[in-house]
């Protein structure tokens, strides 16, 4: 039996697939007739590399940013107060520039000194100096407001002027005299300062008025200040030509009928008091005022500084510098009050100049003036009488200082670093 071989034609599959292929393009007929040209086969399509995504960080959740932002806000409350609190600080007991005084305890009250306070980046040290009411002091009682609206110390006013004292004595180029050994007869009435100068311009006619009660009071003209008689008294000044007179004043100045306490809180009130009421005088560096208020806050310093003695001779340590020819010795006074030594000044290197040196530097963080002072005139004796005639504190008060602001800085730069961690 004989089989047929099988059909050329396509079976209908293929058809269907061919069909369905001719069929893709929409442009095209299902007659239409292939190309002659054979088509190239397509290239093989190169593998899709995976998309690289980056990474997208999460978000904090809300809680978590209050939180941050509280621990901030409270670092912030805690910090800042006790930067002022310590910045209030420096201004009572480390160097800092003068525009924190307006921050301290006693701000300026007019204009014109805040003005100058706050442009003033000078290092400035502050005076530790007390300040007793005059209510609670013994022997300052009330009395009525003056022109200035300051209640002085009721006195029985006495002259400014100055008459001829009943001491007398050799001349200044004579010997040294002695301290006394019983009380002298003391020139009536005793040199006061401001005996001639009062006629300067103030500012303020407040400032006029205050400084006219001031040196008519008796808790100012018994205690017999060296700081001012010894810069503004012109009977002082003369007295420098007799040495009996002038040892005789030097006694007088040391051996006040009030005691040292209570001369020195007299003179403190009214340091104080020449603050508030010349205020705008001092702002504008009106040299009475100014001068008036070293001379008052040098009281003490300067009060032991002329009473100091030559053990050896039993004489007053300043009546030697006044008699001496080179004048070295006697600039060596005017230091608390703001004066260098010149740098042509020659010291004689005396117990008294070493003596007077070492009560300085015991002082030194008490007087702004004298800490400008200090280090100039040892170095002149310190080459003039050798390293071992002062004493080496100025490095010490730098280190202070420097400690001070160094925990300045660190607490700040550590409020700075908790609030933005």
């Known amino acids: 039996m004989f089989t047929p071989p099988?059909?050329?034609l396509p079976s209908s599959n293929?058809?269907?697939?061919t069909h369905s292929h001719l069929s893709t393009s929409p442009s095209s007929s299902l007659l239409s007739v292939p190309s002659r040209s054979p088509s190239p086969s397509p290239s093989p399509s190169p593998p899709i590399s995976p998309l690289k995504l980056r990474p997208v960080p999460l978000q904090s959740p809300p809680q978590d940013t209050k939180k941050k932002v509280g621990r901030r806000t409270t670092w912030t409350l805690f910090l800042v107060p006790a930067v002022l609190i310590l910045i209030t600080l420096t201004t009572r007991y480390i160097s800092h520039p003068v525009a924190f005084d307006a921050l301290s305890s006693n701000p300026p009250t007019d204009w014109r000194t805040?003005?100058?306070t706050l442009t003033d980046w000078k290092v400035h040290h502050h005076q530790h100096?007390?300040?007793p009411a005059v209510a609670s002091s013994p022997g300052m009682t009330g009395a009525p407001?003056?022109?200035?609206?300051?209640?002085f110390p009721s006195s029985s006013p006495t002259p400014t002027t100055t008459g001829t004292g009943t001491a007398t004595g050799t001349s200044g180029v004579g010997a040294v005299p002695t301290i006394p050994a019983a009380p002298p007869v003391l020139p009536t009435p005793f040199p006061q300062p401001f005996d001639t100068s009062l006629s300067e311009n103030f500012s303020t006619q407040s400032c006029n008025a205050f400084f006219l009660n001031m040196t008519q009071t008796a808790a100012f003209r018994t205690c017999r200040p060296f700081s001012l008689l010894s810069q503004s008294s012109a009977a002082f000044l003369t007295a420098q030509t007799n040495l009996t007179a002038l040892n005789t004043i030097v006694w007088g100045t040391c051996?006040?009928?009030?005691?040292?306490a209570q001369c020195s809180a007299n003179m403190a009130w009214f340091a104080k008091a020449l603050q508030d009421v010349c205020s705008v005088d001092l702002g504008d560096r009106v040299s009475l005022a100014v001068n008036a208020l070293i001379g008052l806050q040098a009281f003490d310093l300067l009060r032991t500084a002329g009473c100091l003695a030559d053990p050896s001779a039993n004489t007053y340590c300043y009546i030697d510098a006044v008699r001496n020819t080179n004048p070295s010795d006697l600039y060596f006074y005017s230091l608390p009050l703001g004066i260098s030594l010149p740098n042509t000044s020659v010291p004689t290197c005396s117990s008294c100049t070493k003596s007077l040196m070492g009560l300085y530097a015991q002082q030194l963080g008490n007087l702004s003036e004298l800490q400008d002072t200090y280090k100039g005139a040892a170095q002149i004796a310190a080459k003039a009488c050798g390293t071992g005639f002062v004493e080496n504190v100025t490095s010490g008060a730098v280190a202070r200082e420097y400690l001070g602001w160094s925990a300045l800085v660190g607490l700040v730069c550590l409020m700075g670093l908790m609030a933005f961690s």
């Open 145 to 151: 407001a003056s022109s200035a609206g300051i209640a």
């Open 129 to 131: 100096k007390r300040d």
């Open 255 to 260: 051996n006040t009928n009030a005691d040292t």
């Open 114 to 116: 805040w003005s100058n």
């Open 14 to 17: 293929t058809t269907t697939t």
């Open 6 to 8: 099988p059909s050329p």
